[in-house]
Every structure is written in C-alpha cells, then in structure tokens.
C-alpha cells in the first residue's frame, strides 16, 4: 500500500514538474519557426519564373530604408499633353486667348483641400507650367509627383516605400515597380468614388439590375 | 457449426414435425398433417445443401453487364473514343500527386490536356510546376483600404473557372457595422452602393494555414500543404466528403453540389493541376493563391484587381518583401488567433 502510494504521489510530482516546463504562454509556432530558421540571410537568386513581368515605363526612386525601387513614370499618361499648347512660353498667365476654360472640368469638380490650403499654384508651377513644384519653390518633375504629394501627406508615403499602401505592378518577385500617387488618385479630386459591387451572385445580380433603373 | 445443417435440424425438431400433436398451428387443417410437414422438409433438404445459386447467379450477370457493356464501349465507336476510354482509365488509376515522380505529373498533365482536346475540342494548358524553392507565401489584407468594391471576386471567378451556375465564390466580402468586428451579424451578400455609411469591409478566403485543420482530417489524402505553403487538392482524389469542410473554421472551402458550368468562351485555359483545372460534380475546391499564376511569378489574381491596393501577396521568407515588412510593422491580426491554426493570412490598418 505505501509502495503503491509512493508510485502515485511521485507520478503526480513528474507530471507537475513536466508540465511546469514550458511557463511562458507562448505555445510553439510552426511558423515563427520556419520564419526564424528559413528566412533569406542575403539576397537570394530564385530561379527564372516565366510570367515576371519588367514594368517598362519606370523611375528609380532611391530609399536607403526599404531598399531602392521603381515606380511609373506619368509623363506617358498625362490626360492634358503639351501644356505649351496654349501656355506659349511656360507661364500659367500666357494662354494665348484661349481663356474659354481648357480645364473647365477640373474647376467644377475639383475636391482635394479647402481654398485656404491650396488652389492650383500649389502643386503647379506657375513659371514652367510642365513642371509641378515644392512648397519652397523648388521644382520637381511630373514623374517625380509622389515628391509634391508627400509634402502633406508624408505618413502615406513612409507606408507606401514600405508597401503597406498602393499596389505593386508585375511580379511578387524581383524588381519591385508600384504604382505612383496619381497612379490610383487623381490629384484634382484624389478620393475614391462609390460604385456598384461586382458579383457572380445570379441573385444579387438581378437585385442589383433591378436597383440600378 | 454448418449454418444449413442447423436449420435443417430445426425443422425435423420443429414442434409441428415432431409425432406427438402439440401443433402451434390453429388447426390440424391449416397447418397440414404431419406427414406432410415431413415432405416439406424432405424438399427443403437439397435446397439446402445445394450451393446458394441466385447470389452467385446474380454476381455473374453483373460482372457480366458491366463487362459487356465497357466492351460494347469499346469496340464501338470511333478511334477518339477507344483512346478516350484508355486514357479515362488510365487516369482512374493514377497515384496520388504527392507520390508521383517528375515524369509521371508530366504524364498526368498531358494526359488530362489529351483528354480535354478528345473530349471537349478544347486546348489547355495545364502545368504542374513544383513548388518555387525558397518561397513561402503569405498574405496582406489592409481593412483601412477595402471599399467592398468586389473586384477580386470577380477577377478570382474568371482566372480560376469558378462555377456560374451556383455563383461559387472563393472570397468573400463581409460588410461589417462600424464599432465591432463581428462576423455573425456581417453582410456577405450586399448589393448596393459601396462604401456605405458606417460601415466597413473585410475580405476572407482560404488563409492557408501553417498548420492546417482540413487536411488533419482528409481520409483520401487528397489535400495537403505544399512546400510554398499553399494548401491544395487533388480535385480526382478527393471522395466529396467534405469533412476538411467541417474542419476549416473559417469557411474556406467548397463544394461543387452540382456539375461546375464555365461558359465556353470565359475558360481561363492557362491552367494547373493543383489550381484552376476544371473541376466536377462533387468534389471540393478552394482558393489556391492562383497557384498557376503565382509559381510562374505573377501575383494572384485578386491582388492584381484590387484597385484600392488593398491586397499585398509575397514571400514571407524575403526579409524585404512587403509582406514581411507588413507584419513586422504594421499592427497585424490573423482570424481566431486562439484555434492554432497560424493562417498566412494577415489583417491590417493604416
């Protein structure tokens, strides 16, 4: 009887001192192991994957931080080409007659900050109407835009450099080329606008038919 | 003991047998005299000994169907459909994917590639490219930048041939009151302007656990984990019985109640054994981080379609990819954190 109850209360410490091991509330993760053991130590050559695709139209943007990438140019996507059209020599005030509202739209709907904050001399410069410009005069080319937007916005720009906002065009892999500012927001009116939902849902789409009239 | 000899013995014993006339039967009419009762037992005997006939009878004719009618199949008809048939069966009998070697996946591709040209006079092209080494995938979904516009949905129908018929979707978009994260009174199936007032929106879809719960419980083996970290199904292996259904807590897998429908002119005809092959009546499927697409380089289809950015995709093993950069800045969550189940799959907010 005592040998049996010995064998009992001794088993019962074991376990208890087994079980005590591991205090920490940190349970063993699979992931955080192979993320610890697996991780590149230096930059690593993957093999070829055939559907990268090399962005061709980009620009270098330099960051120490995140390491250097690309991103679109916007001289090659510009809605109103050749400004020098109708401003002759560059300046904002030589139109050259054609006062009749070339950007009539861009009056009407323009919604980025209160007229207190900005009008169009803001990002536009006034001097060399092809070139944008910084808050202290300086100026930045059209495809070097993000530089004027992260003036304001500079928390949306560390996040995009880290690429936690805006898109990466192409490959996972290799080069990183992302979207620039003006890319997705237009810088006359930069918010999303609401639209329909797509669906595959034949319920939803006749509901949505139907709503739409 | 000899099962017939005992019934045997038990009618010569049965009460209305035996000489003295303690008959259970109502009247001596009904039941007959016991002389006659004896004959009865007398007939039953060589039925008994005899072999059971009508089973074994029964066995043949089936086997003999079944026979003449695969023969039938396969006299008749045209050459196409002899070689069809051979092929059918040859696919019938492969092994499973994992136990494959290089040759034989190749084999299996083609052979599925043949099938669908004799078949259907399509042309497919169906890879079965390894998993990319030194690559474990993970995913981004940023709440802040999701406006419900449902893109994904629709680019990840079309890239991977989802099923129209049942409007099968892999993704779902959950429209969720300001104030709370809670799915039980979220809205997955809304249809009106998008972004509505007070409200906000959050993607799921498979989330490709480390450790995942669906393929524990598979009793076919036909889903597991691949190196890359992506969890995928052998659509010829799996049996229906959608218990790694059951087991997924995140609703991340479906099934195919009927026959999948693809309009012929919308098949993604780029396709992987392992991904967006066309799949068939009964058997389960799921998001498989477009295998096609991603183990060539190129990002899934949902985050190439996203036109907030609002999905990121990358190789958690590149210390400076973004998805990395993500989870170890950003304030990140993953979905009942508590079950273990460590998706790749991680949420976050500007």
Redesign the interface.
């Known amino acids: 009887m005592k040998t049996k109850l010995f064998h009992i209360a001794s088993l019962i410490i074991f376990t208890a001192v087994l079980g005590c091991h591991k205090t920490s509330s940190e349970?063993h993760?699979?992931?955080k192991e192979?993320?610890d053991t697996?991780?590149?130590q230096g930059p690593?050559e993957?093999?070829p994957?055939?559907?990268?695709?090399t962005i061709k139209n980009k620009v270098a943007v330099a960051d120490s931080k995140?390491?250097d990438f690309f991103t679109e140019t916007r001289t090659d996507k510009l809605v109103q080409k050749n400004c020098l059209n109708c401003h002759k020599d560059g300046r904002i005030e030589a139109v050259g007659g054609k006062e009749a509202d070339s950007h009539w739209d861009l009056q009407k709907t323009f919604k980025h900050a209160p007229s207190q904050v900005m009008n169009c001399t803001t990002c536009h410069n006034s001097s060399e109407i092809t070139q944008l410009k910084m808050l202290n005069g300086e100026k930045v080319g059209m495809n070097q835009s993000f530089q004027v937007c992260a003036q304001c916005h500079f928390k949306?720009e560390q996040?995009w450099r880290?690429?936690?906002?805006?898109?990466?065009l192409?490959?996972?892999?290799?080069e990183r080329t992302i979207?620039n500012c003006a890319s997705?927001h237009n810088p006359h009116k930069p918010a999303?606008e609401?639209?329909?939902?797509?669906?595959?849902?034949?319920?939803?789409m006749h509901?949505?038919e139907a709503?739409k009239k | 003991m000899d099962v017939k000899k005992f019934f045997f013995d038990k009618l010569k014993s049965s009460p209305c047998s035996s000489a003295n006339n303690s008959c259970a039967c109502p009247s001596a009419s009904a039941c007959g005299s016991n002389s006659q009762k004896t004959d009865r037992s007398h007939q039953l005997e060589p039925a008994l000994q005899k072999e059971s006939s009508r089973r074994d009878f029964l066995k043949i004719a089936g086997i003999g169907a079944s026979l003449t009618m695969t023969g039938c199949g396969a006299l008749s008809g045209s050459s196409e459909k002899k070689e069809l048939m051979g092929l059918k069966w040859q696919d019938y009998f492969k092994t499973n994917y994992r136990l494959m070697n290089e040759s034989e996946r190749q084999k299996t591709v083609e052979r599925l590639e043949k099938m669908a040209e004799l078949e259907h006079k399509t042309h497919y092209e169906i890879s079965d490219k390894a998993p990319v080494p030194k690559v474990l995938f993970g995913y981004a979904f940023n709440i802040s930048k999701c406006e419900g516009y449902g893109e994904c949905i629709e680019a990840c129908v079309k890239e991977n041939n989802l099923d129209r018929e049942s409007g099968m979707q892999y993704i779902r978009i959950f429209e969720m009151k300001n104030g709370n994260m809670n799915f039980e009174s979220a809205n997955s199936k809304f249809m009106h302007e998008v972004p509505q007032e007070g409200h906000f929106y959050m993607g799921t879809q498979c989330f490709h656990c480390e450790k995942p719960p669906c393929t524990d419980v598979c009793p076919t083996g036909a889903t597991w984990k691949e190196d890359d970290g992506i969890v995928v199904i052998d659509y010829d292996w799996c049996i229906g019985c959608r218990y790694c259904e059951a087991a997924c807590p995140y609703w991340g897998r479906r099934f195919n109640w009927a026959a999948p429908q693809v309009p012929e002119n919308e098949i993604n005809t780029k396709q992987h054994y392992l991904g967006n092959r066309l799949r068939k009546k009964g058997v389960m499927e799921k998001c498989t981080w477009c295998v096609q697409r991603t183990r060539n380089g190129q990002m899934p289809a949902c985050v190439e379609a996203c036109p907030t950015g609002a999905r990121v995709f990358g190789n958690l093993l590149d210390p400076n990819s973004e998805i990395r950069k993500i989870i170890e800045t950003k304030k990140v969550f993953r979905l009942k954190e508590e079950l273990g189940t460590e998706p790749k799959f991680w949420y976050y907010m500007d």
Request: proline share 4%; glycine share 12%; aromatic share 12%.
């Open positions: 349970h993760s699979v992931l192979k993320l697996m991780t590149w690593e993957l093999s994957l055939p559907g990268t695709v995140n390491g949306q996040d880290l690429g936690s906002h805006g898109k990466r192409g490959s996972w892999t290799g979207k997705c999303f609401k639209r329909w939902p797509k669906t595959f849902n034949k319920n939803l509901f949505s709503a």
